[in-house]
């Protein structure tokens, strides 16, 4: 009888504890994928910032770039070819030194 009673005792402790262990490795495990998910959507979002921020920056480079080439076209005309090209490799100029080289083309393409 005694014994019997052992059982039943080991029985009902092995409940409770099931019964406490179960619910918290679920807690554990959900609290778990919870941050995961929060980590990537935390990603998520700087990633969309970033390109945000990179989209633009690109665009006002381009508009700097087309706004420079357009002021550089305006004050090159009229010149000669020696002049443009002294004022576009030469140092001391408003564009100082904007290449080691270039190709320049007339009006027909030579």
Same mark, same amino acid.
């Given at each position: %009888?005694?014994?019997? =009673?052992?059982?039943?005792? /080991?029985?009902? +402790?092995?409940?409770?504890?099931? @019964? +406490? *262990?179960?619910?918290?490795?679920?807690?554990?495990?959900?609290?778990?994928?919870?941050?995961?998910?929060?980590?990537? @959507?935390? =990603?998520? /979002?700087?990633?969309?910032? &970033?390109?945000?921020?990179?989209?633009?920056?690109?665009?006002?480079?381009?508009?700097? &770039?087309?706004?420079? *080439?357009?002021? &550089? /076209?305006?004050?090159?005309? #009229?010149?000669? +070819? @020696?002049?443009?090209?002294?004022?576009?490799?030469?140092? #001391?100029? *408003?564009?100082?030194?904007? @290449?080691?080289? %270039?190709?320049?083309?007339?009006?027909? #393409?030579?």
């Amino acid at each position: %009888m005694n014994k019997h =009673k052992d059982t039943q005792l /080991r029985w009902v +402790v092995l409940l409770l504890a099931v @019964a +406490v *262990i179960l619910p918290t490795v679920c807690l554990l495990w959900f609290m778990t994928q919870t941050v995961k998910n929060e980590r990537l @959507a935390v =990603k998520q /979002r700087l990633i969309n910032i &970033y390109k945000s921020h990179f989209e633009t920056a690109l665009q006002e480079t381009e508009n700097k &770039y087309l706004e420079f *080439i357009e002021k &550089y /076209r305006t004050s090159l005309k #009229g010149e000669t +070819v @020696a002049e443009i090209f002294a004022k576009s490799v030469g140092h #001391g100029n *408003i564009f100082d030194k904007l @290449a080691d080289c %270039m190709l320049i083309f007339d009006a027909n #393409g030579k």
